[in-house]
């Protein structure tokens, strides 16, 4: 049975057992994961997995059960489970799932050829991605991880009210985390490339970037405290999107717990700052034709040159907002209900190159790892993360630092950011350039 | 207990493994490498939550599969399948066994194995009505509403029960039959006034049925998560700079599993990525520290019978008052170090191949009472609830942030603060630590390493830190929001 089958199958049965509307989703993977370590395969993983998650709505109620044994016996008893789970459940106006649309966009989501380029050439891939970040230094002593990985992913989608959609993909990668030591000191840092096409894959640059990374950290002390300008790198600058992603949604703005709830039209950046979600974007590593409901993918913008636009929506926050779903409904897999999540979330380029940015500045912090980000408090935005980059005087990169606090508040942040850089990266499902804050507080001695 | 597949259908309703088909499976899956092991899994679960006043999600779910490794020399193999029929295992078995080495076929029998530890569980959550696990969800939610019902915005309450039901066999004979029962409750209240918006947490959680729930339990999570929030909207900023930290108690063990605990996992140890990495035997800590990992403290959340390679949960004492005396093994890491495995053989599921991993880990208690090390503290923070924590194993750098805070000054407790983060060394904090008390309290929760989630506790008494670098906002910003406000 294909999953399409196998999804409207359970819709069926679904209203049958007294569903006033249902839903199925089907979702099979396949992955193989390489580690390499000093020029050998250390682990090889390769995996199966697969299973059906079943939403049922009765009097306004919601119930979800999921299995990941696919016998009709096993997704009889997971109708019956939902149908359970919905009868102790609150009654809620707003569930409600969607209606089909006129058509969904095609999408080239996967290498068609990736099944078939042999376990020997990936295993390699991994090893030169480890040999380029050895000879990078001679500092480079250890590597914690040297690893390729592969995805191939299959879905289908079906509702009582006729949506039944499928989509496949397939996603490849690779990562570095490398250890540099001096004098006693050890020090990481990582390199990773994710992409749909396995040809553009650089291995040499990831464990480059690990081992430059790594190295540069080395000496790195504690400074006193003081108030000064931050240069993020783009990834930390993720680091933060993850926590602005969270609090631009629909769900967090409507139970108050986002520091942007209200505040729809109003200035909550400094201008030239654009937040986009783009579930439709060529090539992105999260782009889908459909969302975990089946509504269609799109493109929305949330904050537009400082301003805020909108919260991201799935079925129920868009009903109980009056506005339509932005194609946000996101599932972490078949056992999750859809709940609301970015696709691929970015900070738009503004014009400067990095280079630019730091030597346009006096004195600061080129911030390039933070600690702690699951402390950022996302109602209020308060946060204090740990720190560690490269001290920057007269535009000029100087001392590593590490051991520092910053602290402050997420709407502060943004509306400090004086400059926008134009080397927009991706790292997975979040991207940003580099950006500077005018001033924020750097804890040290 | 039963064998757990005998009464359950496969996909396709294929039949189930006994014991002879398993040796079947792991001669596949060795193929002359040193070991091999099957892992299958059952699990069942239940999850509630509640937000905004509603039961918002009602989950339950049944997840099954198996998880086959080889290992030859420091090469591991390890493939996973939700396919339980013998035929898919076997397909399985020979691709992984392929991967790691290909050579002869040996002989395997099996010997059932028991454990020492006895988890017992009163009232299983598969034998209880999830209209009373909803109760148990609403007792929580509003005892915490009561305590304040105009500044108390928001109020969550999370519900999860577990069953895992595991079969573990190996080439070298172990048979392993076991179940974990497994339940958890959580409560995060949010309050809000003026611009001023906080949070207050607590949870509840154990190796046991919902037993654990007894005794107002529900209430008392939901009334402490509002105190804290509550409480939090009157404190002001944490200071920043160097200080002394008292780290009480009741904020539990979390200090010790991040900035301790991780570096004594063996594989970091092994790899020199820990900063603990061939120190067995020195001098790592102040003379009053002693660090244990238990997996078999009565009911705990860190609790099991047997790891998940199948070996027995067990004492271990990774410090000795000041002298690292050994570190936590799986079967890969104990053998590379020819010890015995220390029963740490952990994973998140059959998707996951086993990783040294802590079960239930404390600093033990000493001789000073908590109130004397107050006393004793001339100006610094207090902890009374710890937040998250991240460690850098490498360097042993480490964050926290402190949802309980309050001042300590000429010896006394004084004003609540909140935004604090806690940011050192975890070498250097043992080393440092000066005073240890004679009290003891707990602390529970998902510990993520390598993206697998593990259910572990921590514990400690209250201890003295004598110089932490506490990240807060400095003077001119305290200033800047006394005026707003």
Redesign the interface.
Known sequence: MTGRDLVNAVVDEARRSGAEASEAYFERSEDVTIEV?DG????????????VGIRILRSGC??????????W??LR??VD??L???R???S?PFNNLPKPPAAYAGMNLGDPRLKEIPLEDKIELARRIERSGRAYDPRI??T?QAAYEESHYQVSIANSLGVSASDEGSFCGGGASL?AGADG????GFGIQYTRNYAELDPEAIGREAAFKAVRLLGAR?LP?K?AAVVFDPYVVTNFLAVLSSALTAEAAQ???SLFAGKVGERVAAAGVTVIDDGALPGGLMSAPFDGEGVPSRRTILIQDGKLTGFLQNSYTGAKDGLASTGNASRGSY???PELGSTNFYLAPGELTQEQIIRQTDEGIYLTDV??M??V?P??G?F???AAGIWIEHGELTTPV???????NMLELLEGIDAVGSDLRFFIGKGAPTVRVARL?I??? | MENIYTSYENNGGKRVLDKSELEEILRVAQRGSDFAEVFMERTESTRIGCEARQIERVISGREQGAGIRAVHGENTAYGYTNALDKESLLRLADQVGRAAQAGEVSPVALQRRESPVDLPVARRPDATPVEDKVALVREAEEAARRQDEKLLRQVTVGYADTIQQVTIANTEGVYVEDERVRCRMSVNAVAAEGTVIQTGYDSVGGTRGEELFDGEKPADLGRQAARRALLMLKARRAPAGRMAVVLSGEAGGTMVHEACGHGLEADLAQKNLSVYSGKKGAQVASELVTVVDDGTLPGRFGSFRFDDEGNPAQKTVLIDQGILTGYMHDHITAARDGVAPTGNGRRQSFQHRPIPRMSTTYLAPGETPPEEIIRETKSGLLVRHMGGGQVNTINGDFVFDVPEGYLIENGEVTAPVRGATLTGNGPDVLKQIDLVGKDFGFSLGICGKEGQGVPVSDAQPTIRIPSLVVGGIIEDDIVEEGEGD
């Not at chain 1, 050998?40 to 299973?51: F, H, P």
């Not at chain 1, 919601?62 to 016998?71: E, H, K, M, W």
């Not at chain 1, 000191?185 to 990481?188: D, K, L, N, T, V």
């Open positions: 370590r050998a395969m250390e682990n090889l993983k390769v995996a199966q997995e697969s299973g919601l119930g979800f059960a999921y299995t990941s044994d696919r016998s016996t096993a008893e997971a489970a939902a359970a789970n919905a102790v459940a609150s809620d002593q250890i914690e250890v000191e050890q020090q990481s504690r405290t108030r139970k108050g717990r056992k999750s209900t600690m702690g699951h402390t408090n109602i209020s308060d204090s993360v740990g590490r051991g520092m606090v910053i602290a402050g507080t804890s040290g001695q």
